[in-house]
């Protein structure tokens, strides 16, 4: 018995959600770009979702895209962050003040 588009798409809002919220709420920068793959994998589910109900192909390549832009940003996001961690001893958001003057 196949899932309904709408549970998919619930789920798909509510992963995106808690996402969203850890995003926001969160100092820590590691919890942060977790918290923004935790959102990519959400519109991973939602594409895969709507390519199941429409029957296209076209939900998969977008998968697949976003898949790579989440492996782009886990590997510059990780490097800034251990660059960030070695010149300052930590990854608090509010204690890393580089960009300032």
């Known amino acids: 018995m196949p899932v309904p588009l709408a549970h998919v798409i619930a789920l798909s809002a509510i992963l995106f959600a808690i996402g969203t919220v ?3 709420s969160r100092r ?3 919890v942060i770009l977790m918290s923004i793959e935790l959102m990519l ?4 589910v939602a594409f895969l979702g709507f390519a199941r109900a429409w029957a296209s192909l076209d939900g998969h390549v977008m998968v697949l895209m976003v898949i790579v832009v989440a492996a ?5 996001g ?4 251990i660059a960030l961690f070695r ?3 930590s990854v608090d958001v509010e204690e890393v003040s580089l960009l300032k003057w």
């Open 87 to 89: 010149n300052r001893e």
């Open 78 to 81: 990780l490097g800034i962050v």
């Open 72 to 76: 782009a940003e886990v590997a510059v």
């Open 28 to 30: 820590n920068l590691v």
């Open 22 to 24: 850890g995003a926001l």
């Open 41 to 44: 994998n959400a519109a991973n």
